[in-house]
């Protein structure tokens, strides 16, 4: 796909990352190898420090609403430097089981959710949001639907006390495709203690069928924390065009701190909008990682 053009202020914005990995490379994973190399040209330090060994996992019910539980997977080194809230793309469903198991295991691949080791490598505590008991069955589809609800703020809102509570440490939620939906609209709902430190927006659904309203629409201009923007420059998702990029920086012109990360190479098969296309940082997800958990510890 032929790169989208960019207006000359909008240029100046984006910090651009290129040859992250072998463009002629087939593999949809990267050799650890190349991830720590990506890792090292991105954040120019040593590779991560917590090893599988030393990360706790437990599954955590939080109550919410009457009668709702909010179940998440909570994976932590021994000293997380802060917490990320993980919200999947599509419906976000993952009918997570007592044991940690993702029941649903379409979204097992999620950029995001294969993604969770990288981010408790660099010390990042890593809580992965499931759908709340009362979206699990028929004739819900888990977050479809839900995403910009008071409902659904309500339920982060218990999610994020717990952290603030249990890992003592600041809190981010970051979201990818129908997920920036729910990381953005909790961003304009939830302030202070009640909300998150800072939000990171990757792969934004920039655009939407009439029925859903996309994160440039939302109120974003009363939002006054850090935000970062992570986009593949060759996204070929039709609701997440880099072309389309404007109309979200313009929106975050008032934030305090913002930086877009645009991002090139890795490898993209199959369906455009999901996991294993540019959309979803395939063979580049170390290097990725590496530099959002980067700008995290760095506020």
């Given at each position: 796909m032929a790169r989208p053009k960019r207006p000359a202020d909008f240029a100046q914005r984006a910090k651009l990352i290129v040859d992250m990995t072998n463009r002629q490379s087939r593999r949809r994973m990267p050799s650890p190898l190349?991830?720590?190399?990506?890792?090292?040209?991105?954040?120019?330090?040593?590779?991560?420090?917590?090893?599988?060994?030393?990360?706790?996992?437990?599954?955590?019910?939080?109550?919410?609403?009457?009668?709702?539980?909010q179940r998440?997977?909570?994976?932590?080194?021994?000293?997380?430097?802060?917490?990320?809230?993980?919200?999947?793309?599509d419906h976000g469903g993952l009918n997570i089981a007592a044991d940690g198991r993702f029941q649903y295991g379409n979204l097992a691949v999620n950029f995001l959710v294969r993604s969770r080791q990288l981010f408790v490598e660099h010390d990042l505590a890593v809580a992965i949001v499931d759908a709340p008991s009362d979206?699990?069955?028929?004739?819900?589809?888990?977050?479809?639907?839900?995403?910009?609800?008071?409902?659904?703020?309500?339920?982060?809102?218990?999610?994020?006390?717990?952290?603030?509570?249990?890992?003592?440490?600041?809190?981010?939620?970051i979201g990818t495709s129908m997920g920036t939906l729910s990381v953005g609209y909790l961003a304009?709902?939830?302030?202070?203690?009640?909300?998150?430190?800072?939000?990171v927006?990757?792969?934004?659904?920039?655009?939407?069928?009439?029925?859903?309203?996309?994160?440039p629409a939302m109120k974003l201009e009363t939002v006054r924390i850090p935000v970062l923007v992570v986009h593949h420059e060759q996204d070929g998702c039709r609701f997440?065009?880099?072309?389309?990029?404007?109309?979200?920086?313009?929106?975050?012109?008032?934030?305090?701190?913002?930086?877009?990360?645009?991002?090139?190479?890795?490898?993209?098969?199959?369906?455009?909008?999901?996991a294993y296309a540019y959309h979803g940082y395939n063979g580049i997800e170390g290097a990725v990682v590496a530099r959002i958990t980067e700008w995290i510890v760095s506020r």
């Open positions: 190349r991830t720590a190399l990506m890792a090292l040209l991105l954040t120019g330090c040593v590779s991560p420090s917590t090893g599988s060994s030393d990360v706790a996992q437990r599954v955590v019910d939080v109550p919410t609403r009457a009668g709702v539980i998440f997977l909570l994976l932590s080194p021994r000293e997380p430097k802060a917490a990320v809230v993980l919200f999947a793309g979206r699990q069955g028929f004739p819900f589809r888990f977050l479809a639907g839900f995403r910009q609800t008071p409902a659904h703020a309500t339920d982060i809102k218990a999610v994020i006390a717990w952290l603030r509570e249990h890992v003592e440490a600041p809190v981010w939620l304009t709902q939830l302030t202070g203690r009640d909300g998150p430190d800072g939000i927006l990757t792969s934004t659904i920039l655009t939407a069928d009439p029925d859903t309203r996309p994160v997440c065009l880099f072309r389309d990029m404007p109309k979200l920086m313009q929106k975050l012109d008032a934030v305090p701190r913002k930086e877009l990360i645009a991002v090139n190479g890795g490898v993209s098969s199959g369906n455009p909008c999901e």
